[in-house]
C-alpha cells in the first residue's frame, strides 16, 4: 500500500465516521423533538384535567440524602427521579448533594427527555415515554381505560 493510498483510505474513513455521527445527531434530534411533542402534550392533558401538581423534590446521587426543589409538576416514575414541571420540561432528579444543597436546595436542570425511559440500562428495564405519560394521567383522574381523551401523539 502507498502512502498515497493510505491517505485516501482514511480521508474514505474520516468521511464515513463523519457521516454516521451526522445521522445519529439527526436521529437524536428528532426523538428529542417527538419526546418533548409527549411532554407537551401531557402538562396540556394533565392540566385540563385538573391533575394536581405536587412540588418536586430531587435526591442525590448516593440515594439518601432529598433536597428541596422550586419545581412543582408531575413524578413520571416510581423511583421519583424523573417528572415534568407545569411548564413543560422534563427534569432528571439526581443532583450532587451536600451542605449547600440540603440547605438552600437545588436546582435541577431540564434536559431532554427520551422516547424509552430506562434504554441502555443494565437492568433491562424500559418503558415507553408515552406509556409513563399515559399510566399518570390514567391513575390520576380516576378514568382508567377512558377512551373519551385526546390520544398521545404519534399513538
Same mark, same amino acid.
Given at each position: 500500500m502507498s502512502a498515497r493510498d !493510505?491517505?485516501?483510505? *482514511?480521508?474514505?474513513? @474520516?468521511?464515513?465516521?463523519?457521516?454516521?455521527?451526522?445521522?445519529? $445527531?439527526?436521529? %437524536? =434530534?428528532?426523538?428529542?423533538?417527538?419526546?418533548?411533542?409527549?411532554?407537551?402534550?401531557?402538562?396540556?392533558?394533565?392540566?385540563?384535567?385538573?391533575?394536581?401538581?405536587?412540588?418536586?423534590?430531587?435526591? !442525590?446521587?448516593?440515594? *439518601?440524602?432529598?433536597? @428541596?426543589?422550586?419545581?412543582?409538576?408531575?413524578?413520571?416514575?416510581? $423511583?421519583?427521579? %424523573? =417528572?415534568?414541571?407545569?411548564?413543560?420540561?422534563?427534569h432528571l432528579l439526581t443532583v450532587p448533594g451536600g451542605v449547600r444543597a440540603r440547605l438552600f436546595g437545588v436546582d435541577p436542570q431540564a434536559s431532554p427527555a427520551p422516547l424509552v425511559i430506562g434504554a441502555g440500562g443494565r437492568d433491562g428495564e424500559s418503558i415507553p415515554l408515552r406509556t409513563l405519560l399515559t399510566r399518570l394521567l390514567d391513575a390520576g383522574s380516576g378514568e382508567p381505560g377512558s377512551t373519551t381523551r385526546p390520544a398521545a401523539p404519534g399513538a
Open positions: !493510505g491517505r485516501e483510505w *482514511r480521508d474514505q474513513q @474520516r468521511q464515513a465516521v463523519r457521516a454516521h455521527a451526522d445521522a445519529a $445527531a439527526r436521529q %437524536r =434530534a428528532a426523538e428529542q423533538a417527538q419526546a418533548a411533542e409527549l411532554v407537551a402534550w401531557f402538562v396540556a392533558e394533565a392540566t385540563r384535567r385538573g391533575l394536581r401538581t405536587t412540588r418536586l423534590v430531587a435526591r !442525590g446521587y448516593d440515594g *439518601r440524602g432529598r433536597y @428541596r426543589t422550586r419545581l412543582n409538576g408531575w413524578y413520571v416514575d416510581r $423511583a421519583e427521579t %424523573r =417528572a415534568v414541571d407545569v411548564d413543560g420540561r422534563f
